[in-house]
Structure formats: C-alpha cells, structure tokens
C-alpha cells in the first residue's frame, strides 16, 4: 500500500537555525498538509496546499514556516530561525481531493530545538 | 474556527469488554469526522471515518455514530483486545481538520 515519507525521523537543532523537513506524498494525490504534535497534546494543522500554492493556514504557520514543492514529488516545510516552542513531532499528509477525502499520514520528523 | 473537545481523557476496560469514547464539535459546516489510531512513537492511521450524511457506520468490531443535530459522534471499541490499547484521536472539519487532544485506551488483559 503506497505511504507518505518522511525524512529525517529525527532532526536535531539549534535555536536560531533553519531546518528543512522533507515529505514523499503519496504520487496520485493532489493535496498536502503539515501538522505537528508538541509532545502529549494533540495534532494541530499547519498548513494546507494544492495547486502550487497554501490553500489555507494556521496562526501557528507565522513568517518563520514556509512550505515548497521543488518538484513533482517532494513537499517540505522550512522553518527559519527555530525556536524552542518549535520542538514537536512534523508529520506530513496527502489526501487524493481536498474536503472530506482520507488523510494519509506520514511517519513524522521529530524535531527537537536545543 | 471549528473545536473538538474529546472525552474521556483516558479510559481503561477489561479485555473483551467495550470501550466508548466520545466527541464534541463546534462548526455546523464541518461535514467529515475520521478517527485516528496512534500507537506510541507512530504516525496516526485512519481506522474509521464517517461523512454527514450518514448517522453510523461499522466495521468489524468497530463503530462511528454521528449526531449532526447535537454535534457530537462517538467510536465504539466491541470485544477489545490487548492491541486495542493506544491513543484515539478524533477530528472534525472540511478542508482542514481539526483534531481532538486524544484519548488514551488501555486495554487490561
């Protein structure tokens, strides 16, 4: 059954550095998502995008997140200068159509800012 | 934006006994209602899902029931196993989700 990757599972940082995290979505899928997951709370959405562009985002998704398809199967998510509130587990998604089509996770990133 | 508050916290049941875990919503618009299954360190898997348009739906030991009017739906655990244990989140929306805090199940053998 075809999944979502993620890579690194888990990426170390200093606080004020830039990280780039990486996403294979699914190949026949046409909408991306990043959500993330501060240890022991629940997922929050990020980010949504679809046609080359954001289709919606969060207040969490501030000036210091950017996301990006360089080509026609990777989907990252940048964050700039890294905070320490910043730590939490990255998890990437793909669904066939927007809406109330199925959310396919990937594995996450841990991301851990020091 | 849309709310979801789930109930309980944390619920543990004997084995082979049923576990019930429930949810709340707050946008009226919010017309897809999956639950995801989260095993400690692991990504979060769709295990059932329900659309608005419909008030339950089975599979296998599993159940989703929606009340659209109260807004509220639930995921029925039958017959619970040891490997039943993990945390449930629940999730409402349209285009984005939104995503309860999560119940841990702990399954006692």
């Known amino acids: 059954e075809p999944e979502v990757t993620q890579t690194p599972s888990h990426q170390v940082t200093q606080m004020g550095q830039e990280v780039i995290l990486r996403c294979v979505p699914i190949?026949?899928?046409?909408?991306f998502y990043w959500y993330r997951q501060i240890l022991g709370q629940k997922v929050e959405f990020l980010v949504s995008?679809?046609?080359?562009?954001?289709?919606?985002k969060s207040e969490i998704f501030d000036d210091q997140f950017s996301v990006e398809r360089p080509d026609g199967s990777n989907f990252t998510l940048k964050i700039r200068s890294t905070k320490l509130e910043d730590s939490a587990m990255y998890f990437c998604?793909?669904?066939?159509?927007?809406?109330?089509?199925?959310?396919?996770f990937g594995s996450g990133t841990q991301l851990s800012v020091l | 934006g849309e709310n979801v508050e789930q109930h309980p916290s944390t619920l543990s049941v004997q084995e082979g006994d049923s576990a019930v875990i429930k949810c709340t919503y707050s946008?009226?618009?919010?017309?897809?209602f999956p639950w995801y299954k989260q095993e400690l360190g692991k990504r979060p898997q769709l295990i059932i899902d329900?659309?608005?348009?419909?008030g339950e739906k089975k599979d296998q030991r599993i159940a989703v029931t929606l009340n659209k009017t109260a807004k509220h739906f639930s995921l029925h655990i039958t017959e619970t196993q040891p490997e039943d244990s993990a945390v449930y989140f629940c999730?409402?929306?349209?285009?984005?989700?939104?995503f309860g805090k999560g119940n841990q199940v702990v399954v006692i053998p």
């Open positions: 998604a793909s669904s066939r159509q927007g809406g109330d089509e199925k959310l396919f």
């Open positions: 190949s026949n899928h046409l909408y």
């Open positions: 995008f679809y046609n080359n562009e954001i289709s919606e």
């Open positions: 946008d009226s618009a919010s017309n897809y």
């Open positions: 329900i659309r608005s348009n419909v």
């Open positions: 999730a409402a929306g349209n285009n984005r989700l939104a």
